[in-house]
C-alpha cells in the first residue's frame, strides 16, 4: 500500500510592528510581505496566493493594514513602494523584486514569478487561513428559518461579503462568492445586483451552499 507524503505546513507569520517585518526579512532570504486591507479583494487576493503556496516554499508574514499600520509604513518606507490593500511583495534578501496589487492578485500574474524565482515544495503544503465561515452560517440559518426577506438577505450578505477581508482560501472564497458574485456591483442599490432569485430558487442555492461550508 503506497503511502501519501505528508503535507508540509506554510509558513504564515504577522507582522504587527517595523521591528518584526525587519526581523521576518532577516530570517527569510526569500520572503513575501501580504498586505490585508478592509475588504473582500484582500479575501479574493490571498486566496489566489493561497493556491501558490500549497506548491512553492515561500515564507509569508502578513500585515492587517488598519491595526497594524506602523508596520505597514515601515514596509512602504524600506522599499520605496506605494502603499496599497491588498498587496503582495516578493523579497530576497531584504530587497524588494515584485509587487503585486488589488485585483492584480491573479493566477496570470503569479505563475510567472513563482516558477521563476520560488522553489517548488517537496509535498503539497498546507496553508492555515482564517477559515471562519460562521457569521455567513448563522445569516444563511436565519434565512431559511424565515426571519429574513429574501432582498433582506442579500442585502446583509452582499455586505458582510463586500467588507470581509479575512485571509481565506480561495475554495472558501469561490463558495461564498457562489450567491451573488461580485459585491462590488452592489454600489448603490440592490437593483444592481437584480432579483435575489434571478439565479434560481434563493433558499435551494442556500441550503446547498450551507451544505458545502460545512
Not at 524600506?78 to 491588498?86: E, K, W
Not at 434565512?143 to 463586500?162: C, I, P
Not at 467588507?163 to 481565506?168: C, F, N
Request: with cysteine.
Amino acid at each position: 500500500m503506497t503511502q501519501t507524503a505528508p503535507q508540509e505546513p506554510q509558513v504564515l507569520v504577522p507582522l504587527t510592528t517595523p521591528e518584526e517585518v525587519d526581523q521576518f526579512l532577516q530570517d527569510y532570504p526569500l520572503a513575501a510581505v501580504f498586505k490585508a486591507g478592509t475588504c473582500h479583494k484582500t479575501m479574493q487576493g490571498f486566496g489566489v496566493l493561497e493556491t501558490f503556496l500549497q506548491n512553492h516554499e515561500l515564507p509569508v508574514g502578513f500585515i492587517r493594514v488598519v491595526d497594524w499600520r506602523p508596520a505597514s509604513n515601515h514596509v512602504a518606507a524600506r522599499t520605496g513602494i506605494i502603499h496599497q490593500s491588498p498587496q503582495l511583495i516578493l523579497f530576497k534578501e531584504g530587497a524588494a523584486q515584485f509587487e503585486v496589487n488589488n485585483w492584480d492578485i491573479t493566477p496570470e500574474a503569479l505563475a510567472p514569478v513563482f516558477s521563476a524565482h520560488v522553489p517548488a515544495r517537496s509535498a503539497e503544503g498546507t496553508v492555515a487561513t482564517e477559515d471562519n465561515a460562521e457569521p455567513y452560517r448563522r445569516l444563511m440559518r436565519a434565512f431559511l428559518a424565515g426571519e429574513l426577506s429574501d432582498w433582506a438577505f442579500q442585502d446583509q450578505y452582499v455586505n458582510l461579503f463586500r467588507d470581509d477581508a479575512s485571509l481565506r482560501s480561495q475554495r472558501e472564497f469561490e463558495l461564498l462568492s457562489r450567491l451573488f458574485g461580485d459585491p462590488d456591483a452592489y454600489h448603490g442599490g440592490l437593483h444592481q445586483l437584480g432579483a435575489p432569485q434571478q439565479r434560481g430558487d434563493l433558499k435551494a442555492r442556500v441550503q446547498e451552499l450551507l451544505t458545502d461550508l460545512g
